[in-house]
């Protein structure tokens, strides 16, 4: 029998050292397992778990008020008795006095990978029993994308990534692959449901042992895969849209973009064309102009042109470029582009976008409908787009703007939370920290005690997939993997689903939430809706039993290469888009009727709200992109990620003429700072990154120290915007932010705390 851990970022085998110490081994059959993983088992074990249930003080002593003291009162042991008490009596007070409207359950996060365990479903499932709750729409990954996407292609955001053209059909026809946001290989170790096999890596040597051409359009020359030889160019972050717009220019003055291809599906070109020729008031978007904006050579802007007219291209665009002021723009303009070559449709090229972003795109998988947990329906209507949450705790009532509905912020009154962390995920932190003292009551179930439990009033503490069965059902992952408890919960945690079920007893419906069904049962309901599902694809699954003894599954390859949009292709009238048109949509006369400033009707150049191009007080573009060595915030007390940090704080690459200028030098702690906050970090100088930005990963864990208003560790997002990518995604801009940076001087530099546990009883 073999006994498999299910995570996001891979399957691996555990099994107990000789003093019953639970480890971790990689899975032979991943030929690209993740480093950081490994570590789980040790941070399963840490003295940063929560050991049993908590409540903050000052919340105890001043019940329903708030009093300012989140994220600084110490914390009281509690039972599991209490804490269920105490929860249930404020989640009733508040649906009865205020209405279920003023509980915020969004709870947005990552969690773990497991089907039945996933924290959201638990969270969905508990609260539409309760009455309903106001929730939250789209993703941090790609909240401009999704709202964009159905505009212009007619296709949401999830069947576009599972449509995307395989690696496979890439390498036998495509010559150039341009690569906005380059495809760094870290960010394929992970996939949101769980990954059995890393397959990402391969995908790329494919196509560059079949002679691919690759082109790095980034600030960062890690951002290609060494092995790709790639050309680097070099360009201000939150530019790529006049880049674009530079080589339409190009095309379109030397004729020689693809008129047919724009003609049989596309509709608007000519308004756009207009644009781009300096015909609508404003500038013509000529490689000078780009050249300007960008700082690309007019040269390199040139050759660039060449390349894409001379070969079949696929234009790239990682998820980053649109996580940005109007990021919108880069993937309308990236489509753009694409229609005008004319490959769209065909395995020779096209467009993609986040090749390499997650490990599943690309890959040759068939999607399975498998089925999750049964949530039932949320009877309240309120909402906010992901990214909003301060907005709407600072402002509630007030009317915002979204994808062309004018929308207002719920009342919040109580937050619970299971399975992210906002002090990880959110921008602004220090806006967030005071916004989050206005709620009456917090609750959340974390695992360790990291800034999102330090910051809440009762605190479940919850387990990990080590202590606990599960099934690993992704549906863009064609490995399932039985995950099998490992070790019993740590001192006094509990699964989700246990939590929910002490809650749903005190609170009268513990029978409609379980069902009367246990772990084990629920994980084979699973599995058999699943499998009956799965009929409609012609396969079939073996027993139950026969999985869980082998302890993983996998799908057969499909027996046909996905080709993006290939229908559309070969009969436009017969396969119409979802859009108004049916066509791929230049000019959208949908977003135009919006009348928005910042959204106009077909892609433009929007100057960012700070960029390289206009710098008052602060001149270092900073990049918050996904860290190597752990997932988001996850596993920052894993050893992987401790051994990366340096002086303890985590790393901030800086250029050698940057760090120059500033007498910095390897290994220094240094202070980045803005108007919104300041962060310390340790100076790691390389010329992958290019002269006047900055890369500080994002997830290490947020240390306020609220005195002295300096984080003590390196979380980027007390540097970061919270404003929406426009009035149209409302999507967040964590990549649009500038800094300065300095050598910390001694009264600046305080211990990292976090990692020290508040459990001293
Ligand atoms: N500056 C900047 N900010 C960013 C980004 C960026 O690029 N730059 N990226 C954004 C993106 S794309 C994303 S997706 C978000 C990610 O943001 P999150 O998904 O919120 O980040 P995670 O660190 O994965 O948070 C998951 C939390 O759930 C807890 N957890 C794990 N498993 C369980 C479980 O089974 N039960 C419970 N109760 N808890 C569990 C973990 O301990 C952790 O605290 O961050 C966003 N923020
Ligand atoms: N190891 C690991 N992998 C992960 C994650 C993780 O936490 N750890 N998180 C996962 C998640 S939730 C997501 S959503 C994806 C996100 O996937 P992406 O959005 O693709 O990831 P990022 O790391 O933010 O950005 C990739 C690169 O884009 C470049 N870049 C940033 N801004 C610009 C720009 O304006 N122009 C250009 N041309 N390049 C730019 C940066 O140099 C950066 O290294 O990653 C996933 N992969
Ligand atoms: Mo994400």
């Known amino acids: 029998m073999s006994s498999f851990v299910s995570t996001h970022w891979g399957t691996?085998?555990?099994?107990?050292d000789a003093n019953k110490k639970i480890k971790l081994a990689n899975w032979n059959l991943d030929s690209s397992p993740t480093k950081f993983g490994l570590g789980l088992a040790d941070a399963a074990n840490d003295s940063l778990r929560i050991t049993q249930p908590f409540v903050r003080k000052g919340w105890l002593e001043n019940k329903g008020k708030s009093d300012g003291k989140r994220g600084k009162d110490d914390f009281i042991p509690i039972s599991w008795d209490k804490a269920f008490e105490l929860a249930s009596e404020e989640l009733l007070k508040t649906k009865n006095t205020y209405s279920n409207s003023a509980i915020f359950a969004g709870s947005y996060g990552w969690a773990s990978a497991g089907r039945f365990h996933h924290a959201k479903s638990q969270v969905n499932r508990f609260f539409n029993l309760f009455g309903g709750f106001s929730s939250s729409f789209q993703s941090y990954s790609y909240a401009a994308a999704q709202t964009l996407l159905p505009h212009i292609i007619g296709a949401d955001l999830y069947s576009t990534l599972e449509d995307h053209t395989t690696w496979n059909a890439l390498s036998s026809d495509c010559e150039l692959v341009l690569m906005f946001g380059g495809m760094p290989l870290k960010n394929s170790k992970v996939s949101a449901g769980g990954v059995g096999k890393h397959t990402t890596e391969l995908g790329i040597k494919k196509c560059f042992d079949n002679g691919v051409e690759f082109v790095n359009i980034s600030p960062l020359i890690a951002d290609s895969p060494d092995f790709l030889n790639a050309k680097q160019v070099q360009i201000r972050p939150n530019t790529d849209t006049a880049l674009m717009l530079s080589l339409a220019f190009i095309l379109i003055k030397n004729d020689s973009y693809n008129k047919d291809f724009i003609r049989d599906y596309t509709v608007g070109f000519d308004s756009f064309a207009d644009y781009v020729l300096g015909k609508k008031d404003s500038q013509e978007c000529s490689p000078e102009w780009a050249s300007s904006i960008t700082s690309i050579p007019v040269k390199t802007i040139y050759e660039l042109a060449d390349l894409i007219i001379t070969k079949k291209t696929m234009i790239s665009i990682s998820w980053s470029l649109q996580r940005a002021s109007r990021g919108e723009q880069p993937l309308w303009m990236g489509i753009t582009l694409a229609a005008m070559l004319g490959q769209i449709g065909t395995a020779s090229g096209g467009f993609g976008f986040g090749y390499s972003s997650v490990n599943s795109t690309g890959d040759s998988f068939q999607r399975m409908p498998w089925k999750s947990l049964p949530q039932g329906t949320n009877k309240v209507k309120d909402f906010i787009p992901v990214a909003r949450i301060t907005d709407m705790l600072e402002s509630p009532g007030e009317e915002f703007d979204y994808d062309g509905q004018k929308l207002k912020y719920p009342d919040i009154k109580l937050i619970y939370w299971a399975g992210g962390n906002p002090f990880h995920h959110h921008q602004d932190l220090n806006r967030l920290v005071k916004a989050w003292q206005k709620p009456n009551t917090?609750?959340?179930?974390?695992?360790?005690?990291?800034?999102q439990a330090r910051h809440a009033d009762i605190i479940f503490p919850a387990n990990t997939a080590l202590e606990r069965n599960d099934l690993m059902l992704n549906p863009r992952d064609p490995t399932i993997v039985a995950n099998k408890c490992a070790m019993?919960?740590?001192?006094?945690?509990?699964?989700?689903?246990?939590?929910?079920?002490?809650?749903?007893?005190k609170l009268g419906f513990l029978d409609s939430f379980t069902e009367n069904?246990?772990?084990m049962d629920w994980i084979q309901y699973i599995w058999e809706k699943s499998s009956e599902a799965i009929k409609e694809k012609n396969l079939t699954l073996p027993s139950f039993e026969e999985f869980w003894e082998k302890g993983f599954y996998e799908l057969p390859a499909p027996k046909i290469e996905n080709i993006m949009l290939s229908d559309f292709r070969k009969d436009p009238n017969k396969f119409p888009l979802k859009t108004p048109s049916g066509k791929i949509e230049i000019s959208s006369k949908t977003i135009e009727s919006f009348q928005l400033k910042d959204c106009l009707s077909h892609p433009h150049w929007f100057e960012p709200y700070e960029w390289l191009g206009n710098i008052k007080n602060y001149s270092l573009h900073l990049i918050s992109s996904q860290p190597k060595h752990r997932l988001h915030s996850q596993l920052d007390n894993g050893l992987d990620s401790q051994n990366s940090k340096i002086n303890g704080r985590e790393p901030v690459l800086i250029n050698s003429n940057d760090a120059l200028n500033r007498d910095i030098e390897n290994g220094d702690i240094v202070l980045l700072y803005n108007a919104r906050g300041k962060v310390l970090a340790g100076a790691k100088i390389s010329d992958n990154v290019m002269p006047g930005v900055v890369v500080l990963s994002t997830g290490a864990w947020f240390d306020p120290d609220y005195d002295l208003n300096i984080e003590r560790?390196?979380?980027?997002?007390v540097l970061t915007k919270d404003i929406g990518t426009s009035s149209l995604g409302q999507g967040p801009t964590c990549h649009t932010t500038l800094v300065e940076l300095k050598k910390a001087n001694k009264e600046e530099i305080m211990d990292v705390n976090i990692f020290k546990s508040p459990e001293k009883f």
């Open 12 to 16: 691996y085998r555990f099994s107990e």
């Open 713 to 717: 560790h390196g979380n980027p997002n």
């Open 488 to 505: 019993q919960s740590f001192k006094d945690s509990k699964t989700d689903f246990e939590i929910f079920s002490g809650l749903a007893k």
């Open 517 to 519: 069904k246990s772990e």
């Open 442 to 451: 917090i609750i959340v179930n974390e695992i360790w005690w990291n800034p």
